[in-house]
């Protein structure tokens, strides 16, 4: 019965073994049995540096790891494994290939979600309530964005060169330089003629500063009081004399209308006339001369 005890004992430890020892080979390869796990597919055009096991992270907390890596013929695709069963990211989300410092170290992934905030009682990503327009479910695909290198740094640089000379940018912009630089010297021209018609223009602006002195002048004697008091007076005196012409031209038609005085003014006239004769007579020779 011992001995049968002691088999017992062996044989349960030799397939304790051999369970710990097929779940360090499915740990291994990165095989999960447990529920509590889900995948996604991240497309990369270029995964430099991404490696199986490499870690997932997600505002720099580790949630899974990089399972497979399969390359088709038009990109990388990763399956990233979470281990977090009640992590639910709203869409859009990206994958970025990122390094784990500034200073470079193990390359890693980090998710990206750009969606708006869920609620609490928001689907988990393996419910079968799980929207996919809302929430990224287990086995969801998203676009993954490839770590930058001096090589892909140098690769855009040229992609955007390429374009330039299609679409002759720099050609247009030698162009505009020249068209600028034109325009520069139109401008110049414009200001020197400009400088030069003030120039000319400076001695009407003197007088018309020593006309606008003047007429201040004027303005300033003319809102004297005392000058004010002159020039009513003067009215006052211009109408009067005003108003006596008038009645004396009126009183010299009365006289012109009255024919018996004019009468006795022309016999007057004639007599005094005669008058002047007597006292101062005409020589002859006078008149001869």
Known sequence: MRRSFRDAIVGFSILGGIVALAGSMLWLRGVKLSRSTWNITASFENAAGLAERSPVTYRGILVGSIGKIKVTPNAIEATLD??????????????????????????????????????????????KDCLESKVLCHGAKIKGKPLMS??????????????????????????????????????????????????????????????????NNILAAIDNPNTLNDIIQTAKSTRSITKKVDNLGSDMGKIM???????AIRSVTIGLGEFFNELYPVQTSELKR
């Not at 209308?257 to 009468?263: A, G, I, K, R, T």
């Open 82 to 127: 979470i281990n977090d069963a009640e992590l639910s990211l709203p869409i859009p989300v990206i994958a970025k290939v990122s390094n784990s410092s500034l200073l470079g170290g193990d390359v890693q992934v980090s998710l990206l979600s750009l969606g708006s905030p869920l609620t609490e009682k928001a689907p988990l990503p393996r419910s």
């Open 257 to 263: 209308e009255d024919e018996e005085l004019m009468s």
């Open 150 to 215: 001096i090589s892909t740094l140098t690769e855009e640089l040229e992609r955007m060169l390429q374009k330039a000379d299609k679409k002759d940018i720099v050609s247009n912009l030698v162009q505009s330089t020249k068209q600028f630089d034109l325009t520069q010297k139109n401008l110049d021209e414009l200001i020197l003629q400009v400088k030069d018609e003030v120039a000319r223009a400076e001695p009407i602006i003197t007088h018309l500063n020593q006309a606008t002195e003047h007429v």
